[in-house]
């Protein structure tokens, strides 16, 4: 079954759907060993591990769909990318729907920022027209139509922190009937606006959950019972490895010893179960002739890459 049909599937079923960021094909990785059934591909964390930069739209289409390329490619689960604006008018997120299918994306959802966009939980934000929006996701259901009609369209308003909560639930509406799968409206303030926009808006919804943003953090459970659909985390992961990396160099730094830290690391054989050395292993057993096998391991012994 195609990704986004199974993705699809997982919208019209009970249950909340979970969804960690991936930043790259590693943690996306990651995130499906541990059992998660969908992803979402972070802009934010692209902009950071790509370009060492904060999220205001200095990551390129073309660099954003390899990304996304690279995520889907690495993992069996839907991956749901971030399109930012659909980078132009109506015009361009016709072909960025098309670009994000091609990549193996299930879905995306696109904003109505004003491009250069910003994250949704700086400030400092400018939203485009409601009915310029509109049309964007209309050209965006027409092109997902002509290549995958399972593929997922997420229209996503930056509202609140422009023009307040009833602007964004009018503009979620909109959104909604211009044929938008799911609608995903950006930091909340309290959860008084996440229970209003869940018994205003008839489609499900997507919560957007930043550990230190703008947004309260509740529990999936929470989430769920307050009647979203979709919950992401898409700055987990991130942060998660920053930390770890800021921690253990600096012991490094200050020790000049890795022997201080390794209780902080992955092993190397287990690192090796991340990344399925086993099978490029057992490949090399099929494909390789004995006579290079015994070069590379010996005639004699376990063939072992680590």
């Known amino acids: ?32 060993m541990v059992g998660f059934k969908a992803l979402q591909h972070t802009g934010y964390g692209t902009a950071a591990s790509l370009l060492g930069m ?63 966009k910003r994250c949704g939980h700086m400030f400092g934000k400018l939203i485009i027209d409601k009915e310029e929006m509109v049309g964007k996701v209309m050209a965006a259901v027409d092109a997902k139509r002509e290549e995958d009609p399972d593929f997922i369209i997420g229209a996503r308003t930056d509202a609140i922190a422009v023009s307040g909560i009833d602007e964004a639930i009018e503009r979620a509406e909109a959104y909604r009937r211009a044929g938008a799968d799911f609608i995903f409206i950006e930091a909340y303030e309290d959860v008084d606006q996440m229970k209003r926009a869940v018994k205003e808006v008839k489609a499900p919804l997507m919560l957007n959950l930043i550990e230190g943003g703008r947004t309260p953090l509740v529990s999936v459970q929470e989430a769920e019972k307050l009647g979203f659909k979709i919950v992401i985390f898409p700055l987990t992961t991130l942060y998660a490895a920053a930390k770890a990396m800021l921690d253990t160099l600096t012991i490094l730094k200050e020790k000049g010893s890795a022997e201080t830290y390794l209780d902080r690391l992955i092993t ?12 490029f292993r057992a490949m090399e057993d099929r494909y390789l002739p004995e006579k290079v096998l015994e070069m590379m391991y010996g005639k004699a012994g376990v063939r072992r890459i680590v």
């Open 1 to 32: 079954m195609k990704k986004s049909s199974v993705f699809r599937r997982m919208l019209s079923e009970p249950g909340v759907i979970v969804m960690p960021g991936a930043y790259d094909a590693l943690s996306a990785k990651i995130a499906e």
């Open 54 to 116: 904060p999220d205001i739209g200095l990551v390129s289409f073309k660099e954003m769909v390899d990304r996304v390329r690279s995520i889907a490619r690495a993992v069996n689960i839907p991956v749901i990318g971030d399109a930012d604006t659909g980078y132009g008018n109506a015009i361009n997120v016709y072909r960025t729907i098309k670009e994000y299918i091609w990549a193996g994306a299930a879905g995306l959802f696109i904003e109505d920022q004003v491009w250069p």
């Open 268 to 279: 190397f054989p287990e690192f090796a179960k991340v990344v399925n050395v086993d099978k």
